[in-house]
C-alpha cells in the first residue's frame, strides 16, 4: 500500500469514519471508499462501487466480482443507554450480543454500578456532559430511559445535535407529547424532533422488561438497515 493511502486510512480509523479498502488482486492497485467519497489508484465502475458501499454499510468484506477484494474498516457500533434502570439491565446484554458496545449514563451512582451492569461501561457523569464526552457519530443509538425529563431532556437535546443514527426515549404517548413541547420551548423545530422514536421500541406487544428491551433493540437494528417504516 502507498504511503499516503495508508495516512489516509489510519485517519479515518482514528476519527470513527467509516471506509473500506478496495484492492484489485489481479494489479494490486487499491481505492479508499466513503459512503461518499472514493481515492486511489485504482477505478472502479459504478456497479463495483454501488456493492463496495454497500458491503461497508452491511459491515461486511469480501470478494466484488473475481477481482477486488474489499476490506471494511468501520467504527463499532454503539449504544448508549441513558437511565441504569431495570429495562437497562435487560438491554445491556441483549444490545453486547447484537455487536453493539454499549454504554450506560446515570449519574445516580447507587443505580450505575458493576454489580447491576457487569461488564458493561458506565457513566456518572450528567447526561449532556457524558454525551459530549463520547461523541455520539452515524453509527451510535441513543435512548433515554429514565421518565425523569432532567436527565432525559438535556441527553435528547445532546442526541439532536449528534449524528446519532437513533434516538429513541420511552414512555406513553401523552408522555412523549409533553417532552416534544419542552424541546420545542428549548429551541427545536419540527423536523429535528422527529428524529426522537417515541412511544420507545416496536410495536410487538411487549410486557416485561425483557420484552420492552427486545423490542427497543428491534427498533435501532431496523433503523440501522433502513427497514423502519
Known amino acids: 500500500m502507498r504511503r499516503r493511502l495508508l495516512d489516509r486510512l489510519l485517519a479515518a480509523r482514528a476519527a470513527g469514519q467509516p471506509v473500506a479498502l478496495v484492492t484489485d488482486l489481479g494489479t494490486g492497485q ?4 466513503y459512503p461518499d467519497a472514493i481515492e486511489g489508484e485504482t477505478g472502479l465502475w459504478d456497479e463495483d462501487l454501488a456493492l463496495a458501499r454497500q458491503m461497508l454499510a452491511e459491515d461486511r468484506s469480501g470478494l466484488v466480482g473475481e477481482s477486488l477484494f474489499v476490506q471494511v474498516n468501520n467504527p463499532p457500533l ?4 441513558v437511565g441504569a434502570v431495570h429495562i437497562a439491565q435487560a438491554l ?4 453486547s450480543l447484537a455487536g453493539y458496545a454499549v454504554t450506560v449514563i446515570d449519574p445516580r451512582g447507587t443505580f450505575a454500578t458493576e454489580a447491576r451492569f457487569p461488564g458493561v461501561a458506565l457513566s456518572t457523569d450528567w447526561p449532556d456532559e457524558a454525551l459530549t464526552a463520547l461523541q455520539p457519530d452515524a453509527r451510535t443509538a441513543i435512548v433515554t430511559l429514565t421518565h425523569d425529563p432532567k436527565l432525559d431532556d438535556p441527553a435528547l437535546e445532546a442526541a439532536l445535535g449528534s449524528a446519532a443514527f437513533y434516538i429513541g426515549a420511552l ?3 401523552k408522555t412523549h407529547a409533553k ?3 419542552r424541546l420545542r420551548s428549548a429551541g427545536f423545530q419540527d423536523n429535528a424532533l422527529s428524529r426522537i422514536h417515541g412511544p420507545l421500541g416496536l410495536a410487538i406487544g411487549a410486557k416485561t422488561q425483557a420484552e420492552i428491551a427486545v423490542s ?11 427497514s423502519l417504516p
Do not use: T
Not at 30 to 33: E, H, I, P, R, S
Open 30 to 33: 487499491q481505492a479508499l471508499v
Open 78 to 81: 454503539r449504544l448508549v443507554v
Open 92 to 95: 445491556a446484554p441483549l444490545a
Open 171 to 173: 414512555g406513553s404517548k
Open 179 to 181: 417532552r416534544l413541547e
Open 216 to 226: 427497543i433493540l428491534a427498533q435501532v437494528i431496523a433503523a440501522r438497515r433502513g
